[in-house]
């Protein structure tokens, strides 16, 4: 079945930074688009970035040029590089992939950034 792992989160403090890991199984990976939400508390899950098969990727305006989106189709892994990070970024942060098979999240990983 198909199965998203997350990894990375924690505290950090603002200018800080992290990378964020979602290790995929269960599909094909190279083929799928795969993206990273997030969710603060009291409000709706919302885009962080994308990544489409092709390599093409997508941020939030509020992360452009302070996140990176990458994928290793080697390792069937997604990675969000988080730097300059600010207290508005803390959420709980979620792997996506959306293809053939469906649309399935991960469990999540908490980032907290302290003023």
């Known amino acids: 079945q198909v199965q998203l792992v997350e990894s990375g989160g924690g505290l950090v403090q603002a200018g800080g930074s992290l990378r964020l890991s979602c290790a995929a199984s269960?599909?094909?990976?190279?083929?799928?688009?795969m993206g990273w939400y997030r969710q603060a508390p009291g409000k709706q899950r919302e885009l962080v970035a994308s990544c489409t098969n092709g390599g093409a990727t997508n941020y939030a305006n509020s992360v452009k040029g302070r996140f990176t989106i990458s994928r290793d189709n080697a390792k069937n892994t997604v990675y969000l590089q988080m730097s300059s990070l600010k207290p508005e970024d803390t959420a709980v942060y979620y792997c996506?992939?959306?293809?053939?098979?469906?649309?399935?999240w991960g469990q999540g990983t908490q980032v907290t950034v302290s003023a």
């Open positions: 996506n992939t959306n293809g053939a098979l469906g649309n399935y």
């Open positions: 269960g599909f094909i990976f190279r083929i799928n688009v």
